[in-house]
């Protein structure tokens, strides 16, 4: 008989989110009872107010509710300096690292960002300096909306030693985003809405495991699909631990504290 | 590196333990309402035919699929409705052939559908959004009356509005109506009107094929209509089925009702048929 896996999940929000319900956990309490409802044993988690209020507030409040749960590692929202909303873009990944944070979220639509160069290029530079692997959060629901290709296209050609992970990709886009994992190998994939027919086991077995990191979106997203789209993939013991868990640790391992 | 739980024997688990660790469902009848086959020229589809469609069935533990081809809710209704017969005849017993009517050629849909029915298709799918055609619409009215004559399942992608399908409904009674995608994807099971046809009419129900899933809806929405209204489906090869059964494996519902949505109920739908 298998053995329940380590999941780690790559895409959790601590705190309040936009549209919750009475049975949203919004807090760290009901949050990690969630986690174990699910068998989920870590999340990398963004806070609520990071997304939904603001980078400055939600960051320091990421840090403040999970100071001392180990289950819980912080990942910071991340933005372009120039108005004065964060520090300047080195300062601002100093501190993500100083802070103990191991990530960076940049949340394209909703921080009104276009992902041109010019608004975008000195943040993913300071970002691939130190190796913080950013994840693309577009708060995307349904498979027939538009990701922004160019963009995508452009952030890992220029910036090789940036890992880019694709939050909630979508199963409608393999056209596109075959292209990519098969051109840049610091393109990864978070498995929540990857759901595709075989989907996850075929970018393993082309690309390696090591390109897919599990996540949820809890508590936006129903857990119960990625958990056994992972458990149920037609993909051997060791690629399922690798994606389960492995894939993500690695690169928050690589950052350069 | 997996969690050191261990257990020896597979039929002590349950449904939640077994999804957890990826374990066949053995112990429970499962049949997926709905499915496609086949290629998709909207994006790619990995391995979307029958054989398949039976090998990840048979990972997850799903005994039956009911199958209706993209290429049938598209541009060839025949050619698509062929493809099921012959995934049903390759997979006795597991595949499950639907008919496909294609209203816009209104004149050949009762020969059609007849000619699916006396070749042992188990039941009826519309698709009023890609062939672009009203759920109340003449076209599909002999589907309507031979869905209703043989007792059959009848899933509409479309339903135009809650009381076109409510009217619809009883005026075919002994047809069973299912709402494709209703099952997934709302936010407000008790505020929706879509939910209170299923909780008033005693033959339609609620497919819960679709990608979208809101955290802890459908655990409401078992609550709001209960699991007997609720059939399993998972929308193959556009999804997968080893993510969109995990809503109900890992539901906080009881393992009955994941046993009724997962199965039981839509055993019982099929077994109608006359």
Redesign the interface.
């Known amino acids: 008989?298998?053995?329940?896996?380590?999941l780690f999940d790559a895409n959790a929000l601590l705190g309040p989110i936009f549209?919750r319900?009475d049975?949203?956990p919004d807090d760290v309490p009901r949050l990690l009872a969630a986690l174990d409802?699910?068998?989920i044993?870590r999340a990398l988690v963004t806070h609520g107010r990071a997304k939904w209020q603001h980078p400055a507030i939600g960051n320091r409040l990421v840090i403040e509710q999970t100071k001392g749960i180990d289950r819980l590692v912080p990942c910071w929202v991340v933005l372009p300096s120039i108005t004065g909303e964060v520090p300047p873009e080195r300062e601002l990944v100093a501190q993500l690292l100083e802070s103990g944070a191991r990530a960076a979220r940049l949340c394209t639509g909703m921080n009104r960002l276009t992902l041109e160069p010019f608004e975008i290029d000195t943040l993913l530079e300071a970002l691939a300096e130190r190796r913080v692997p950013l994840f693309l959060d577009t708060n995307n629901?349904?498979?027939s909306e538009d990701r922004p290709w160019a963009f995508i296209e452009w952030a890992v050609r220029t910036f090789p030693t940036l890992p880019l992970v694709l939050l909630r990709e979508?199963?409608?886009?393999?056209?596109t985003l075959?292209t990519l994992m098969e051109r840049h190998s610091n393109l990864y994939i978070e498995t929540s809405?990857f759901?595709?027919?075989?989907?996850?086991a075929?970018v393993a077995g082309r690309w390696g495991a090591d390109r897919l990191v599990f996540g949820t979106?809890?508590?936006?997203?129903?857990?119960?699909?990625?958990?056994?789209?992972?458990?149920?993939?037609?993909f051997s013991?060791e690629d399922?631990?690798a994606v389960a868990?492995?894939s993500l640790q690695r690169l928050l391992d690589n950052c350069v504290v | 590196m997996a969690q050191t739980t261990t257990a020896t024997d597979s039929s002590t688990l349950t449904i939640r333990e077994a999804a957890l660790r990826g374990e066949p469902l053995t112990d429970t009848f499962i049949v997926n309402n709905h499915s496609h086959l086949g290629l998709y020229y909207g994006f790619a589809q990995p391995a979307p035919d029958a054989d398949s469609l039976v090998r990840t069935m048979d990972r997850v533990g799903i005994d039956q699929s009911c199958v209706f081809p993209s290429l049938a809710i598209t541009a060839d209704m025949r050619a698509g409705n062929d493809m099921s017969l012959e995934a049903a005849q390759r997979h006795p017993g597991r595949i499950l052939a639907y008919a496909v009517p294609d209203p816009n050629l209104a004149s050949q849909v009762r020969d059609e559908m007849q000619r699916c029915i006396d070749a042992g298709v188990r039941g009826i799918k519309f698709h009023t959004g890609l062939h672009e055609y009203p759920f109340a619409g003449p076209g599909y009215v002999p589907a309507f009356e031979l869905a209703d004559r043989h007792r059959l399942p009848l899933i509409s992608h479309g339903v135009d509005s809650p009381d076109v399908l409510r009217r619809t409904a009883r005026a075919y009674p002994n047809a069973h109506f299912i709402v494709a995608h209703a099952g997934a994807g709302r936010r407000h099971p008790e505020a929706d009107p879509i939910y209170d046809v299923a909780l008033e009419e005693p033959n339609v129900y609620l497919d819960t094929a679709g990608s979208v899933a809101y955290y802890g809806i459908f655990a409401q929405l078992v609550k709001h209509v209960g699991a007997g209204r609720i059939l399993y489906g998972d929308d193959f090869p556009w999804m997968c089925p080893t993510h969109q059964i995990g809503r109900i494996l890992l539901a906080p519902i009881t393992d009955d009702e994941k046993k009724q949505i997962l199965g039981g109920t839509m055993q019982r739908l099929l077994s109608t048929r006359q």
């Open positions: 008989m298998r053995e329940i896996p380590h549209l319900h049975d949203t409802e699910n068998g044993s629901r349904h498979w979508p199963p409608a886009n393999y056209r075959f809405y759901q595709g027919h075989d989907a996850i075929h979106g809890i508590p936006e997203w129903d857990p119960g699909m990625a958990i056994t789209g992972l458990t149920y993939a037609s013991v399922r631990d868990g492995g």
